[in-house]
Each structure stands twice: as C-alpha cells, then as structure tokens.
C-alpha cells in the first residue's frame, strides 16, 4: 500500500494482480513523508535499487497539514480499515487506485503461489476449500460502496489505464519490473486449467458474481445452464433482520420465502453451523466484549462468503455481534437490504417473562445479551433491582436503542426498511413491507403464526403486559437521543469501552 503526496493518490495492493511490480514503480514518485508499506525482503531490496525508495512512514506519519499519527499501515491492508486511519480532509482528496484481474484467472496464479500441486489438493479441491480466496480482494479494494476506488487498473489493458492516470513516466518503470513471477507454469492457462476442472468455475462465478458483473469478465468455460430469472425481483439480493427476537422473525422468514420466491431462512441451526453460518457463544461475547475482533471478523469472512443470493435470514443474534458493521464493509453493502423489526415493547417483555428466558446466563450469551457487556448503552443496574421483569426490560430497551444506534450511524450507507409485527401480521402491512422489498403481487400471503409462544393468554398475562407498558410509561425513554449521545461521544458497538455512559431509567419502580 502507497499513499503518495505529490499525486495525492492511494494505491491499495490487492493480491496476485502484480501489486508488487506497481507498487515498486510508483514507489519512485513518493517524496519522505508518503506512506509506504513494507514488502517481502527480497522485493524489498529490489524497490530500493530501483527506485531509492523502501518502505517508510508506515507506523508513524507527519501528514501534509503538518499533523501527525502513530497508526500501522501494512501490505495489502484493506480500504475500511486504511479509511478509519487516513485523515478526514485527505481521505476524499486523493485518488484511491487499486488492479483489478479476472477472478478466474486470480485464482489459477493463487493455487500455484500457495504450492499448486504440492499441497496435496487438485485445483478444484483447492478452490472449493478456499473459496474465500476469491473475494479477497473485493475487500481490500471494494468496487461498489461508500469505500469503492476511483481508479481501477486492468489487469489485461495495464498501458492504457496506467497512462490515464497521468504520471508521467510511470507505465516506462512499470514495464520494466518483474515481481514474484515464476510460479504458475505458462501453460496452465484459466482455460485450460478450468476446463480440467469445471466445478471450480462454478465456485468462483458463484462467489464472484457482483465483481464479474461489474467488469465483463467471462467464465473460461460454460458448465451450467443460465439461471431462470426470479419472478419476484427485489431491489438487493439479500435481506437480515435487525431484531430483538421474540419479535416474530421465524414467522418473517416464511413471509419473505413464500411471496419473494427466495431462499429465507430463520436460523440455521444445523451441528455444523454453529461458529460457520450461525453465531455461537464465543462470537456473541466476542463481539459484545472486544468489538470486531479477529475471531469475530473470522465468522463473518465465513459467512458471508457462503451466502448465495438471492437470500434472507431472519435471525435475530446476527445484528448483535456484527452483523451491520460487516455487510457494511464488505462488497455486499449495495446489495443488503436491513428490516428493522419492533414489536409493541410491553407484549414482547411479557413474552420474555413467562417464557422464563432470562433465567439463565447461558441464554443471554447465545441469544440475548448480557446486562454485564461493556458497551451497553443503557445502565442495567436499576433494571436488575426488578429481577426478571426488569432483566426483560433492560434488554428490550437497549435493543431499541442498538436499533437507533445503527439507523443513524449507517444511514447512506445500507438500505433500512423499518417495520412492527403489528403491521406487517395484517395483508395491508404486509404488502406494504413485501413493495419495499420489490414485491409485485397485488396481495401479500400470510402464513401462519410460526414460534408463537405455547403459553395460554390469560387474564394474568394481560395484568403483566399491563404493569409492563406502565413501567415504561414512566421513564420517558427515547432510543434515538441516547444513541446520538453514544455516537457522539465516539463511542462504537464495534470497538470496546474504555468507559460506560449510558442511559439510567428515570423511574423503575414498580
């Protein structure tokens, strides 16, 4: 990665795209304070002999307003992490400039990098095990979104779209520079190797669907039939939810299946999913804990490349352990459409309760969240003087206020469709809700209630909903003041808490 003043231009170094050779050439057209990261030893050495220039100012930067910061910039580093770092006034000022190769033929040169046939797997074996792999770099140097580049360069028309950025001299040096090459024998063409191997194409076509649409790549060979088009297209190719839970999302998921036409899950709760497809404890608390940490990123990197669209989940622990803050820096950003799901605050506490659901710590990890989480934006201690009424009403706050959080951080940047159970369970919500998703019937069809409680309605259910909506009645509650607060004090579901500030009820007692 290069940030270079003079041209006020960042290149992103995606991989396998001869990053390396680019990188060297423009290394030549940095003056001391530009930002260089460092690279193998021997390309090292290489881009000092040929250019004088090594990797510099890659932990500690005087930027050209004369201000300075201490953050690490590394190889291959990906835009939403170099956009939280590069300064806000250089940020939309300077050029952002990555390589964009065929994908197919990306992971043909990535297969012989990592050791071809000595690592013991044919290419299609190797493809379908590392299909992550092949939207790499549609992370580092997103080609859709808020963070997408400016400039791409073809990696087949190198002449032509390194001149347009003109610099002078730039394509002569680069032309000259040979790096990491040698490792894919020449005759292993995309062609050829595909041809062996027709259900890797299937793999990478599927993966890459938005970047070989993007560009006008072309699968080396035809394996399958083309896709019937979807008698119900929607405006994005995939749906979640942001939800509290007990607030009818099993019963969301048949709606959208049934009139959308698309695959529409709840809760993939398979053996094998958990830590894959599904968040397991360690995620939750992970992401409530220390934010978007390694493990945490892991998960998503994993399930969102498994996702096929179109597709939507309605399980509602996604959205509390980074759901939001991972479509929102990944290439699905413009393809995800957000249901923001509420149900009447009082019913969906009373639910809570006689369910018994907060009456283990096991619970509130897997499927809830726990009051003791650092970055809670409402205090739980007045709550937790209630026992379980109040343990179910400190939840179903802060979710309403994790909803107000995420409608105003991430607002222009994912698409939001808000909706209550009360609504959308009549025909009229319902096709009201299935229109803002692209449905073009005349009338929603509701299925059935799905993971309704089991439990009576009794007078006694109603006595509790009661008590309920009067607790809240008296504490002037309002989500989107304190999550406006939260942001404004820099504060962020995804990194830790340093320390708490939170709303206090003004009134719990009962």
């Not at 690490?72 to 956009?83: C, G, K, P």
């Not at 070989?212 to 929607?234: C, D, L, M, N």
């Not at 096929?308 to 990944?330: D, R, V």
């Not at 799905?450 to 309002?478: C, G, K, W, Y």
């Amino acid at each position: 990665m290069i940030i270079c003043h003079p041209h006020k231009l960042i290149f992103f170094k995606s991989k396998k795209v001869a990053g390396t050779s680019f990188e060297t050439a423009l290394a030549a057209e940095c003056g001391p304070d530009c930002v260089i990261t460092p690279i193998t030893p021997v390309d090292e050495e290489t881009r000092q002999k040929r250019t004088g220039r090594g990797a510099q100012n890659f932990a500690y930067q005087t930027w050209p307003d004369g201000s300075t910061t201490d953050h690490v910039f590394y190889n291959h580093m990906t835009a939403a992490e170099a956009a939280r770092r590069i300064p806000e006034n250089i940020w939309p000022t300077y050029r952002k400039v990555a390589i964009t190769r065929d994908p197919f033929d990306v992971m043909v040169s990535r297969y012989y990098w990592e050791g071809g046939e000595q690592l013991g797997q044919n290419f299609e074996h190797f493809v379908t095990r590392y299909r992550a792999f092949a939207t790499e770099n549609e992370e580092i140097a997103p080609f859709t979104g808020p963070l997408k580049m400016d400039h791409f360069l073809r990696y087949a028309h190198f002449e032509e779209d390194i001149n347009a950025l003109g610099i002078h001299g730039l394509w002569q040096r680069f032309n000259t520079i040979t790096s990491k090459s040698g490792f894919r024998p020449k005759s292993q063409t995309a062609g050829s190797v595909y041809a062996k191997y027709p259900a890797a194409a299937d793999v990478v076509a599927k993966e890459c669907a938005g970047e070989i649409a993007h560009f006008g790549y072309r699968r080396p060979i035809q394996s399958v039939p083309a896709e019937t088009p979807r008698k119900a297209p929607i405006p994005t190719d995939f749906l979640f939810t942001l939800t509290a839970g007990r607030t009818g999302s099993a019963w969301l998921a048949k709606l959208l299946g049934q009139n959308l036409e698309i695959n529409a899950i709840h809760e993939p709760l398979g053996i094998d999913q958990f830590g894959v497809e599904m968040p397991d404890i360690r995620i939750m608390r992970s992401f409530n804990t220390f934010g978007l940490d390694r493990n945490v990123r892991d998960f998503w990197s994993r399930k969102l490349a498994g996702l096929t669209a179109p597709y939507a989940e309605t399980n509602h622990t996604l959205a509390k352990c980074g759901l939001i803050e991972s479509i929102a820096q990944s290439h699905l950003a413009d393809r995800t459409t957000i249901i923001v799901l509420r149900r009447d605050l009082a019913r969906q506490c009373a639910s809570y309760i006689t369910r018994g659901d907060f009456q283990n710590v096991t619970i509130d990890w897997q499927w809830y969240l726990s009051p003791t989480y650092p970055n809670a934006m409402v205090h739980p201690d007045e709550f937790l003087k209630l026992g379980q009424v109040g343990r179910a009403l400190w939840y179903a706050l802060e979710m309403e206020t994790r909803q107000a959080y995420y409608l105003e951080k991430y607002k222009g940047i994912l698409n939001f469709v808000e909706a209550s159970l009360e609504e959308v369970t009549t025909e009229t919500g319902a096709t009201h809700l299935l229109r803002a998703l692209g449905f073009s019937g005349n009338a929603a069809k509701l299925p059935p209630k799905a993971n309704a409680s089991s439990l009576p309605a009794n007078q006694t259910n109603e006595d509790l909903v009661s008590q309920i909506r009067d607790l809240l009645a008296r504490m002037e509650f309002d989500p989107k003041s304190i999550a406006a607060s939260f942001i404004a004090g820099q504060r962020s579901l995804s990194m830790p808490a340093v320390s708490g500030q939170g709303y206090t009820p003004r009134s719990t007692r009962a």
